[in-house]
Nanobody, 131 residues
Framework: QVELVEFGGKSVQSGDSLRLSCRAS?????????????MGWFRQAPGKGREFVAA????????EYADSVKGRFTISRDNNENTGYLVMNRLRPEDTAVYYC???????????????????WGQGTQVTVSS
């Protein structure tokens, strides 16, 4: 069982920045190692489906972004710390959502952008952007 916990969601003003973190429990990766997992960030606004935001491959060398966040958000990871990050700049009210991180044990490229491809999910962290 893989355990993921997101941190960093809060209420901010339009134009502000936030950094979300997704920490995987060390125990979860004893067998395969965090470096064998791709990671994705998704979000879900009230009344809407889960939407792809960004994804990163096991090494951090292959990145994918939704068009709506390209140029504003940056995904990264630290395999030594079993942690992934999503830096969000120039936030807009339409970025308001619950943000989830997810992982999938794969080294295939490019990283998946469909939520159905991911096996393990965090509980989500709320980001609210006011105009």
């Amino acid at each position: 069982q893989v355990e993921l916990v997101e941190f960093g969601g809060k209420s901010v003003q339009s134009g502000d920045s936030l950094r979300l973190s997704c920490r995987a429990s060390t125990r979860s990766f004893e067998m395969y190692g965090f470096k064998n997992y791709a990671m994705g960030w998704f979000r879900q606004a009230p009344g809407k489906g889960r939407e792809f935001v960004a994804a990163i491959d096991w090494s951090g060398g292959s990145l994918e972004y939704a068009d709506s966040v390209k140029g504003r958000f940056t995904i990264s990871r630290d395999n030594n710390e079993n942690t992934g990050y999503l830096v969000m700049n120039r936030l807009r009210p339409e970025d308001t959502a619950v943000y989830y991180c997810a992982v999938k044990r794969t080294r295939m490229l490019p990283p998946e952008t469909s939520p159905t491809a991911y096996d393990y999910w965090g509980q989500g962290t709320q980001v609210t952007v006011s105009s």
